[in-house]
Nanobody
């Protein structure tokens, strides 16, 4: 069983920044997803097991940065220039079945964090 602990959500004004953290009980290919009210969960960003590859949804590209500290088994999502459309519950996820490549589909992940609320006020 993989344990994931998320932190860093909160309320911020439009144009502001937040950094989300996801501490895992091991090192895995990881990703961030979000679910806005009334919408389905969507991909936000992914980072490879090594940290050498990243991928982003078009809606966040250039504003969000995913990174990892392998010494701490922690993945981060730095979110800048936040917009009201970024308001959502953000979930981190890890894929334990394979270390190869980037994973951008929720079905590729098998453990999920509890979610952290991000609210952007306009």
């Amino acid at each position: 069983q993989v344990q994931l602990v998320e932190s860093g959500g909160g309320l911020v004004q439009a144009g502001g920044s937040l950094r989300l953290s996801c501490a895992a009980s091991g090192r895995y290919s990881s990703g961030w997803f979000r679910r806005s009210p009334g919408l389905e969960r969507e991909f936000v960003a992914a980072v490879s097991w090594s940290g050498g590859e990243t991928a982003y949804a078009d809606s966040v590209k250039g504003r969000f940065t995913i990174s990892r500290d392998n010494n701490k088994n922690t993945v981060y999502l730095q979110m800048n220039s936040l917009q009201s459309e970024d308001t959502a519950v953000y979930y981190c996820a890890v894929a334990t079945s394979s270390r190869r490549g980037l994973k951008m589909f929720s079905t590729e992940y098998d453990f999920w964090g509890q979610g952290t609320q991000v609210t952007v006020s306009s």
